[in-house]
């Protein structure tokens, strides 16, 4: 392959990917081209050699490669052949191997393999990239785990997998596993010290490594902590409890992998450790490019979560407490020997790395644990722990350090005094009580990053630390309040941890002891790191606001800065305005990339010269020893710029490696890479600017203790949110520029461009802040901070002068805050600029050039909307400067805008008074009308508030008059507006409409406002609604549609509205203080009132389900009071008057186990009713006032009857009759109550005591002093024949009726599917309801002459109607339904009852059969014949419950409410109906049964010769079937003869109506005729000589249990038309069986 090798100056083709490589700083340097065929996407640089990644993925390396089988150095790039095939995504370079993760996620290694640094056990090196596989052990089987970048060291190597875990293999304690320091670990091992947490990036020195880590939010404390080792399964953690504190250890040391040895270090005397437990991360979806900083953010937390954090913290460690709290003289006391053990500690030490570890080790971790603890509470330590000032502290816990080794004497005094003042800085930076105030915020973010802590505080001073100063509060929205979920951006919120060896202080924790385990450097935390670099032996960490802090080796000044030893983080020294967005660092140097004046990038050196042949000197100069600090070949006193830099072109990153440095450029392709560049710079520069404003204005301000008082609450409030904004936008800018800067190093494309994908975000930001600004703005805060700002800044504020960029002199510190808080929005221009000019570098056709012109117009539009709410801001608080009067503190809000007003009398109220002055006002969110008397000294007295979304203004015709009107309506005023002008009539128009359409929809259209509307409005007149707040849909001023009404005494309607009436159906709900409870009422509502069904709960535990009217109980209805386990349970049915029980009505009485069923008046008993009891007694006759007074009749369980004068209940008063259930009588005057001894004056008869054979004359007959059937349930009928449109039955237009029907069924029915749902019958409108709909809407001929086809759809027509409650028939039946089996359940199951059951259902039918001809008129009446169109007609079968094949002809057809009615109704009454049969036919059903049991004892043969059977009918059985034989049926056989026809018979007791059971009956008959046809083998004719033995022996063997009950159900509701044909003689036959079994004596 050719390559060539050119100078950096001359045009070498290609335009992206160009790579320049150099050495040393001095001007004679002259970079030279490395040329590719391909772009270069990205350089690792090793000690001698780099590897190459180039676009398609290919992989190629260069320089010295001793692994290599033709082992040489080489200048010509060379192709790694063995990942041909394989396409690489990312590189990396150690000193001597290197590494490459492809597009799945493998990792493939290669170059030396001495410690294991390429995971391949038995090799020392490994010529060729060969498979590493990372196996995560998962329940037995392992997993492999995909990578997604590489770092490469001199001995280890890590890996970051796409679960953001570190994976190490390698050797040496900078590997990070637990006792990995003495031997190689071959295999790739997880760093569970870093399990749980988010890492986002990995970076390795020589000996060191570093990660830089995710802070953790409040979302990871969800996810379940990793508590095991995944190598031993040994527990990570242990808790032990004491008497008044807990420890908390993770000093876990995993076994397996590698055997410690001596050379290891021994555990330390007092390690720190984290607060929390290590929690796992989350599993990442996707995998992220190379390079990228990663798209996680922290969660930020709520001003007020800080406190709530440290209780949390206190109550954790108390809660395994038992002592009480150790005071602060305790904690002083345990500091104390703390410190005591310590310096004995190194007392005893002898010398030496074993000697000096512990001490050194305490040294640093007691500070980072005291630090730890001081921000994980969020308090200032020094305010903790009084007497102990934190720098004596310090001091006290710091001995003096022995010697490292026995070899580093040389380094002497000087030493050890430079790394105790570095000690102190870090003591400075980490634990000062300033650092510590600025990390509150975050402090409960972040856990103690410290392995192995002793916790040891007392909850007492966590408690206290968790009530942490009030002015926090103000500074949490600075701490970045983007809320990062979306994932979309990188996170600012980051810790930098460190491990490894530590001798040059390259772990950056204050000291140079090694470090086995990860650690947070404490300094770091908040400063925004985005990138960490490890060079050799130093290390690098680059902010979001492009500062760049340095620590470790300083030899050659390769830190940028020349103090020296650097222990701890420190700033690089670059010049003002210099920007650093990326770094890299070799042996002996780092190289940082910046922004400069201009937007081409240019490159800094830091560190040693490197002349020529000096290379091949490099290793040896690395093993020599720190005594010869500085190196021959000069260095840099703090970084230079490369004169050269500006002849690369566009630079995308830098490396450096060994003595070596590489740059990857890109020349300006029509332009693209110059705005690339600019788009980032300019971002990048902006974040600093904001930075800058945040730290140094916003933050000292908000920390003044005067602030409160010179501003006021409210707007302190409003400028804390504004604080909030600016700290959101802020950190969305740091993290755009963070993502920006990451887009340049990998891919400098459209693709990544979160601006362009996401532009909503940062659409949505500067409008929220925008509006920050300008409500504070309004509020005339600006003003109010003029003293706060000359406290902070002094009387000449160069600062915000310098910040605002403000030009002009002699501006007011106020004014300067103005145009400092406007200065970010400016930058939204800036964003519209940059995306139009990038979008001119892409073809006008393109899918890129539109997508850039899109997000290009919503940034402009947003521009000029933000100049315009600026206008507003102003116009607004000028406005509110020359208000006159008082109004303003109660007009003046934060949000209200002003747009115009009529001062000019521009506009006037017509009708006004003489002297009466009115001004209106126009704000954003309100029509203000101000009124007054004209002399009056204070003009404006009162002033009223019409709110925008409840006001409608409608413009006035122009009559002869000229009156220019607008008429404004409001939810309680109308009145008409008068304006100068027909052009001021417009304007006004105009604005009202196009503020009140903005306040409605919150966006800027300017369209005319709707008519009907949604919104919350409180009533402020005297009336039913004062007080009363309304939200819901409004038109033209009044409530309209659905809504929520609720009254300040607790009284909430929801429901629909009409005309500003509750109307249609609605929910209201009231308090019942005395009860502690609500009433509750769910229904029908109309003008303002309960009208219709509904149901009402009341807070005494009462129920009332029925009919209102003008909002009181009116029509049929039940009230259901108390319950079983109260003191007076008790239901009643029946008609309501005026909220009164009158009417007819049942009452059931469950304490006294009576139930009433008559007439009521005013609530009372009074007229004709019926009384039973449960033990059996049944009254009927005349009540008043409730009680038992007049003629009535008694009757008990035994029969006795009294018939005669009452005077109360149970009470007998006057003459009457008892007669015994013997016959005998007692008639005269009778006194006293029943069951409690009688007083009787009269005569007792004996009547049959000589001629018993006659009837007993003395039988009373019931039913005479009861309510008629007609009289019972009339407000039910009502209600029907209401719904249908008439006023009294049969009285009403019929066309008015069915569109009733068609509305009650269509309009309503989503709503009433609601409705049910939530009510006692769910799931009404399932899916053979909806069916059952369907069929409704065919409605069938209602005119015209009914044939047999229009009788038969009615039918099936009515029978749908009945089976849905939308409907007005079927809500008939469903009530009637009711109202049968309340009266004739429970205790109303008494015999006595049954006539009256009987003729009710009578009337049922009777009844509603009106209603059927009223709605088709041509249905004959009852009885008439239909005429028949078809001759052979066979009438369908009535459906029923029963399933069988029923099917019958019928002997023509007749109109008949039985036939049409009967099987609707039936099968709803039938268990009450049918349980009144059984008790009335208890004793003739007990005596047949008795004897169908006796009789069906006998086999076939003996039963068919006692019934009298004749022999021919007796069926044969063959048992050996031969031709002509014929065998009697054998003796011993049982129930075979006739067994279809009894199998058939038995199907009576599952039908319901007599029609249906005299079908059975018909179908029975016929099996019996096809059996004996069978047998004689010919047509038939039956006598009933010979049916009748034949059917009785059938009924009984089918056994039937009930079946005197069956046979008088059928004789009192048959069809009067069928009882005189073949049917009624089939049901006589039946009848006649039933009384011959009760009479059949076996002989």
């Known amino acids: 392959m050719e390559t060539q090798r050119k100078s950096s100056g001359e045009d070498g083709g290609g335009e992206r990917g160009l790579l320049h490589a150099w050495r040393g700083y001095s001007c004679s340097v002259t970079p030279e081209r490395l040329l590719l065929p391909r772009p270069i996407l990205q350089v690792a640089l090793g000690a001698r050699h780099a590897v190459l990644l180039v676009e398609g993925g290919q992989v190629y390396s260069v320089g010295a490669l001793p692994w290599k089988q033709k082992a040489s150095e080489t200048t010509d790039p060379t192709l790694e052949g063995a990942l041909s095939g394989q396409r690489v995504l990312t590189v990396a370079a150690g000193s001597f191997h290197c590494g490459a993760v492809t597009e799945d996620g493998g990792v493939h290694m290669w170059g030396d393999n ?77 760093v569970e010290q870093l399990a749980g947490r988010r890492v986002l990036q990995v970076a390795c020195g020589a000996s060191h490594s570093l990660a830089l880590v995710r802070c953790l939010g409040p979302g990871d404390a969800q996810r379940p902590p990793v508590d095991k080792c995944s190598h031993c399964n040994q527990l990570l953690y242990t808790m032990t409890d004491k008497e008044d504190h807990v420890i908390i250890s993770d000093g876990h040391c995993c076994p397996l992998g590698v055997e410690p040895t001596e050379d290891d270090p021994p555990a330390p005397a007092l390690k720190a450790s984290p607060s929390e437990p290590v929690l796992p991360s989350h599993l990442s979806s996707t995998s992220e490019p190379p390079g990228v900083t990663s798209s996680d953010s922290a969660h930020t937390q709520d001003s007020g979560s800080l406190a709530n954090g440290g209780e949390e913290l206190s109550s954790a460690v108390s809660r395994a407490k038992s002592s009480p709290y150790p005071d602060e003289r305790a904690v002083k006391e345990y500091l104390r020997r703390l410190s005591d053990n310590t310096q004995a500690d190194a007392k005893t030490a002898a010398g030496g790395r074993h000697a000096l570890l512990p001490s050194a080790g305490l040294a640093s971790s007691t500070l980072n644990n005291l630090a730890s603890c001081a921000s994980a509470v969020g308090e200032r330590v020094a305010s903790t722990y009084e007497a102990l000032s934190f720098k004596k502290m310090m001091n006290f816990y710091l001995p003096s350090r ?49 392995p192995g802590l002793l916790s040891q505080v007392s909850p007492r001073l966590l408690r206290r630390a968790a009530h942490s100063r009030m002015r926090a509060v103000a500074l949490t929205p600075l701490g970045g309040a983007v809320p990062e979920t979306k994932e979309l951006l990188p996170s600012l919120q980051t810790e930098v941890w460190s491990w490894g060896r530590g001798e040059h202080g390259q772990l950056g924790h204050g000291d140079c002891s090694d470090q086995p385990q990860p650690l947070c450097i404490k300094s770091l935390n908040n400063k925004e790191v985005v990138r960490v670099v490890a060079g050799a032996q130093h290390s690098l960490a680059l902010t979001a606001q492009c500062q760049v802090f340095s620590w470790g080796r300083n030899n050659c000044g390769q830190l940028g800065h020349m103090e020296t030893p650097s222990t701890v983080p420190r700033l690089a020294k670059m010049s003002e305005g210099i920007r650093v967005w990326d770094a890299s660092a070799g042996e002996r140097h780092s190289l940082l990339l910046a922004d400069g004046d201009c937007i081409q990038p240019i490159i800094y050196y830091s560190g040693q010269q490197v002349k020529d042949g000096e290379e091949d000197e490099e290793e040896g100069v690395a093993q020599e020893g720190e005594g ?30 060994g003595g070596r440095c590489m740059a990857l450029s890109d020349r300006n392709m029509m332009g693209l890479i110059a705005s690339f560049h600019e788009l980032a710079s300019t971002e990048r520069k902006f974040y600093g600017k904001l930075y800058n404003i945040k730290t140094q204005v916003i933050r000292p301000l908000l920390e003044l203790e005067s602030l409160s008082s010179a501003l006021g609450q409210a707007s302190l409030g409003v400028l804390q949110t504004l604080a909030g904004q600016f700290g959101h ?79 002009e002199e002699n501006t007011t510190a106020p004014d300067l805050m103005v145009a400092l808080f406007y200065l970010p929005l400016r930058h939204v221009q800036e964003y519209g600029r940059l995306l139009l000019k990038l979008a001119t570098c892409y073809e006008a056709n393109s899918e890129d050039y ?186 033209s001023g009044k409530p309209h549609g659905s809504g929520v009404l609720k009254w300040p005494d607790g009284r909430i309607y929801t429901g629909t509205f009409k005309n500003g009436l509750e109307d249609g159906f609605g929910e209201f709900s009231a308090p019942n203080k005395s009860l502690n409870k609500s009433d509750c009422y769910q229904g029908h509502w109309k003008d303002g009132k309960m009208h219709g069904p509904g149901t009402y709960r009341y807070a005494s535990g009462e129920v009332y389900d029925g009919s209102f009217q003008d909002g009181v109980r009116h029509g049929h209805g039940m009230l259901r009071s108390g319950k079983l386990n109260t003191s007076s349970p008790s239901v009643f049915i029946g008609q309501w008057l005026q909220d009164k029980k009158t009417g007819y009505g049942v009452f059931d009485d ?98 049959h005591l000589f001629d018993s054979g006659k009837d007993k004359t003395r039988a009373v007959k019931l039913g005479r002093l009861c309510v008629s059937a007609e009289e019972k349930w009339q407000a039910v009928f009502q209600e029907c024949w209401s719904q249908l449109g008439c006023e009294a039955p049969g009285r009403g237009e019929l066309l008015k009726a069915w569109e009733n029907i068609a509305v009650a069924l269509t309009s309503h029915r989503q709503h009433i599917q609601d409705r049910y749902a939530s009510s006692v019958r769910p799931g009404l409108m399932s899916l053979s309801h909806s069916k059952t709909l369907e069929g409704l809407e065919v409605v069938p001929h209602h005119e015209g002459p009914i044939t047999v086809e229009r009788y038969d759809d009615i039918r099936t027509y009515l029978l749908n109607a009945c089976d849905t409650p939308l409907h007005p028939l079927g809500q008939l039946v469903e009530t009637l339904v009711a109202v049968y089996r309340m009266t004739y359940v429970g205790v109303g199951a008494n015999r006595r009852l049954l006539p009256l059951a009987v003729t009710e259902i009578k009337s049922y039918l009777s009844r509603i059969f009106q209603i059927v001809r009223f709605l088709f008129p041509d249905v004959p009446e009852e009885g008439a014949l239909i005429p028949d169109s078809a001759s052979s007609f066979q009438m369908k079968k009535e459906p029923s419950a029963a399933d069988a094949p029923l099917e019958s002809p019928r002997p023509g057809l007749v109109a008949s409410s039985w036939a049409l009615l009967l099987p609707v109704l039936l099968p709803r009454l039938y268990p009450p109906l049918f349980t009144l049969y059984a008790l009335e036919k208890e004793k003739e059903d007990d005596l047949y049964w008795e004897c169908v049991l006796r009789l069906n004892k006998q086999p076939d043969l003996a039963l068919l010769a006692f019934l009298g059977v004749q022999q021919k009918f007796w069926p044969i059985s063959t048992s050996v079937p031969e031709a002509g034989d014929k ?88 069809d009067p038309s069928v009882q005189h044909g073949e049917l009624g003689i089939m049901f006589t036959t039946l009848k006649a069986c039933y009384y011959q079994i009760q009479h059949e004596k076996v002989t």
């Not at 410690?115 to 196996?135: D, I």
């Not at 009067?885 to 002003?898: A, I, N, Y």
């Not at 005669?1204 to 003459?1215: A, C, I, P």
């Open 114 to 190: 001495g410690a294991g640094q390429c995971g391949l056990s038995g090799l020392s090196s490994v010529p060729n990239p060969t498979p590493v596989a990372l196996m995560e052990p998962e329940c037995g089987s392992a997993q492999v785990v995909s990578v997604l970048e590489l770092a490469c060291g001199e001995r280890h190597t890590l890996a970051l997998s796409l679960q953001r875990e570190v994976w190490a293999w390698g050797g040496g304690c900078q590997l990070g596993l637990n006792g990995a320091a003495a031997s190689s670990v071959w295999r790739p091992r997880k």
């Open 402 to 450: 022995p010697p490292s080794s026995e070899g580093a004497a040389e380094v002497g005094d000087l030493t050890a005094e430079r790394v105790r003042l570095e000690d102190s800085v870090q003591t400075k930076k980490s634990c000062s009580t300033g650092d510590i105030h600025e990390e509150e915020a975050e402090g409960l973010r972040r856990r103690l990053s410290l």
């Open 1150 to 1247: 469950i304490t006294k186990g009576e139930k009433f069923m008559g007439m009521w008046q005013d609530h009372l008993r009074q007229g004709t009713g019926v009384v039973v009891t449960q033990f059996g007694l049944y009254y009927e006759g005349a009540f008043k006032d409730n009680k038992m007074a007049g003629t009535g009749v008694l009757v008990s369980e035994d029969d006795t009857t009294y018939e005669g004068d009452f005077s109360d209940d149970w009470t007998l008063s006057g003459k009457g009759v008892l007669t015994m259930a013997n016959g005998d009588y007692l008639e005269g005057s009778f006194s006293g109550e029943w069951g409690s001894g009688l007083k009787v004056t009269g005569s007792y008869f004996k009547p």
């Open 628 to 657: 010869d600090e500085r190196q021959a070949g000069g260095y840099t006193q703090q970084p230079v710029l490369l004169p050269f830099c500006m002849n690369l072109g566009y630079v995308s990153s830098v490396s450096a490696g």
């Open 1527 to 1614: 065998q009697l049926v054998v003796s011993s056989t049982k129930d075979s003869c006739f067994a279809s026809a009894v199998e058939t018979l038995q199907q009576i007791s599952t039908t319901f109506t007599p029609t249906d059971k005299l079908q059975v009956i018909q179908l029975t008959f016929e099996e019996i005729t096809q059996v004996v046809q069978s047998l004689l083998q010919q047509d038939f004719l039956w006598s009933m000589d010979e049916l009748f033995p034949v059917f009785l022996y059938v009924v009984l063997r089918a056994r039937i249990r009930n079946l005197g009950s069956e046979v008088s159900l059928m004789e009192d509701l048959m």
């Open 850 to 1035: 539109k997508k850039l012109q899109d997000s290009w117009s919503k940034f402009e539009a947003l521009s000029l909307q933000l100049k315009r709410r600026r206008k507003e801001a102003e116009f607004t608080f000028h406005f509110w400067k020359s208000f006159p009067g008082k109004m303003t503190d109660s007009l003046r809000k934060p949000q209200r805008r002003l747009i115009c007003e009529s001062s000019n009398k521009a506009l006037t109220l017509q009708n006004a008074g003489r002297f009466s002055v009115n001004w209106f006002i126009l704000f954003n969110d309100a029509l203000v009308h101000a009124q007054g008397v004209a002399p009056h000294k204070n003009l404006f007295s009162t002033h009223h508030i019409f709110p925008l979304a409840t006001l409608w203004v409608e413009p006035i015709p122009e009559d002869d008059s000229s009156l220019h009107g607008l008429k404004v309506i409001t939810p309680e005023e109308t009145f008409t507006l008068l304006a100068s002008s027909p052009s001021e009539k417009s304007k006004w128009l105009r604005a009202i409409n196009q503020a009140v359409d903005q306040a409605l929809s919150g966006t800027e259209q300017k369209s005319e406002p709707p008519i009907s509307r949604t919104a919350s409005y409180t009533f402020y007149k005297e009336g039913r609604l004062k007080e009363a707040t309304y939200e819901g849909c409004w038109v």
């Open 729 to 807: 936008l802020c950190h969305l800018t740091g993290q755009h520029s963070a993502s920006l800067t990451s887009n340049l190093r990998r891919c400098r494309g459209l693709q990544g461009l979160l601006i362009l994908e996401h532009h909503d975000i940062f659409l949505d930001s500067y409008s929220d802040y925008c509006s920050a600004v300008g409500n504070f703005q309004v509020m005339g805060g600006f003003q109010s901070l003029a003293k706060p700002l000359l406290d902070v800044f002094g009387k000449s504020p160069e600062l915000l002068q310098r910040l605002s960029e403000c030009s």
